[in-house]
């Protein structure tokens, strides 16, 4: 089934909202937090969609990958997958990343998170963001950065 194929973890056998529970126990996330990011997540990605930032990403882009061996300090935008707020709040505080570069135009809480194909949602949200402001470095994360 979807519930066990998608959205199970394979290696503790638990829903993956269990996961986010546990980060939010984990690393002292309050309901508010988790509010608070997911708010801010839905403000993003409603004045994104308002100003047609989304509407180009309909087209195929050629990806290379590389290693890259950036600091945080060199990264230009960050692009999490917002499973689940305890999970992207505890992301964010972990690694200190600045909340200004991260989803710049919401994340999955506001505009979906798709079952098989998150992370090309993500990657190309990126890239059209990176490209949009005439920024050079992105990071793109998926589940628990």
């Known amino acids: 089934s979807m519930v066990h194929d998608a959205l199970t973890c394979p290696f503790n056998q638990y829903h993956m909202g269990i996961t986010a529970e546990n980060i939010a126990e984990k690393y002292g996330i309050s ?27 309909i087209v195929p882009v050629k990806v290379t990958s590389r290693k890259a061996g950036w600091k945080l300090e060199d990264v230009d935008l960050f692009e999490i997958n917002e499973a689940f707020a305890a999970q992207s709040v505890a992301v964010v505080r972990e690694l200190g990343i600045p909340v200004s570069k991260v989803n710049i135009n919401g994340g999955a809480i506001a505009i979906g998170h798709p079952l098989a194909v998150s992370g090309n949602r993500i990657v190309m949200t990126l890239l059209y963001s990176l490209a949009r402001l005439g920024l050079k470095r992105g990071v793109a994360s998926l589940c628990i950065g």
């Open 31 to 57: 309901r508010h937090d988790q509010d608070t990011f997911a708010e801010l997540s839905q403000s993003k990605a409603k004045e994104a969609a308002n100003n047609g930032v989304f509407s180009d990403e």
